[in-house]
């Protein structure tokens, strides 16, 4: 166990609508990003953040946003769901380092599917 | 573009054998290449990383093997067992993101 929590574990939602996606970092981790699994493929880069602002973000859509939260929590929301935003949607956790990219942990992962 | 090339697609051993799984980048930038291990339904496991300034790094069973010249790196498992069937993930890292590769699918005959 990674000591990464997210929630829902499954959501349905229908074309159109806005989800948010929660995740719990590691104790002791101040940063936390997103990915999203599509069936078959490797995690795909959203965004990142750390101390509460976005650090860094993928090749996503602006209604894909985020927040971080004081106890370095943080939320997934996308707006506006299309059928291809059906997913794995992966939360990793880290300890920000001034060496570049470090040991991140994943989650067990919200699976979206939009109908 | 696939900023981080991974092969084979998938592989089948006999228990015992030792699967090898390759990765290949372009970006010089990157500093950090961990390998994950996922089983259907569940999140990237972390099972080994390394730094570009060593060539090989031993966990266990796993070794990576790193050539920064070739910007080539390889997962050696060693007595594979029915329990490594997965799907197995190259990553590439610089700053604040990881480029993960198509993934190896790996089973592992009893």
């Known amino acids: 166990e990674t000591g990464v929590t997210q929630s829902p574990t499954h959501l349905i939602k229908t074309r159109g609508q806005q989800v948010t996606l929660r995740c719990s970092s590691q104790?002791?981790?101040?940063?936390v990003s997103w990915y999203q699994q599509a069936l078959g493929q490797g995690p795909q880069f959203i965004f990142q953040?750390?101390?509460?602002?976005?650090?860094g973000r993928g090749n996503f859509p602006p209604r894909f946003s985020g927040l971080q939260f004081p106890n370095y929590s943080s939320e997934l929301n996308v707006n506006a769901l299309e059928l291809d935003d059906s997913a794995l949607y992966l939360c990793?956790?880290?300890?920000?380092?001034?060496?570049?990219?470090?040991?991140?942990?994943f989650g067990q992962g919200t699976r979206l599917t939009v109908v | 573009q696939q900023q981080v090339k991974q092969s084979p697609q998938s592989l089948i051993v006999q228990k015992g054998g030792i699967p090898i799984i390759n990765c290949a980048y372009e970006?010089?930038?990157?500093?950090?290449f961990p390998w994950y291990q996922q089983f259907p339904g569940k999140g990237p496991a972390l099972l080994i990383a390394?730094?570009?300034?060593?060539s090989e790094k031993k966990e266990g069973r796993f070794t990576i093997s790193f050539n920064k010249s070739a910007k080539q790196f390889s997962l050696h498992i060693m007595d594979s067992q029915p329990g490594d069937s997965a799907t197995y993930f190259c990553?590439?890292?610089?700053?604040?993101?990881?480029?993960f590769g198509t993934g190896t699918s790996l089973t592992v005959i009893p």
């Open positions: 990793a956790s880290s300890l920000a380092v001034s060496r570049g990219a470090g040991e991140a942990f």
């Open positions: 953040y750390y101390r509460e602002e976005e650090n």
């Open positions: 104790s002791g981790h101040n940063t």
């Open positions: 970006n010089t930038a990157f500093d950090y």
């Open positions: 990553a590439a890292g610089a700053g604040n993101q990881f480029y």
């Open positions: 390394i730094r570009p300034d060593v």
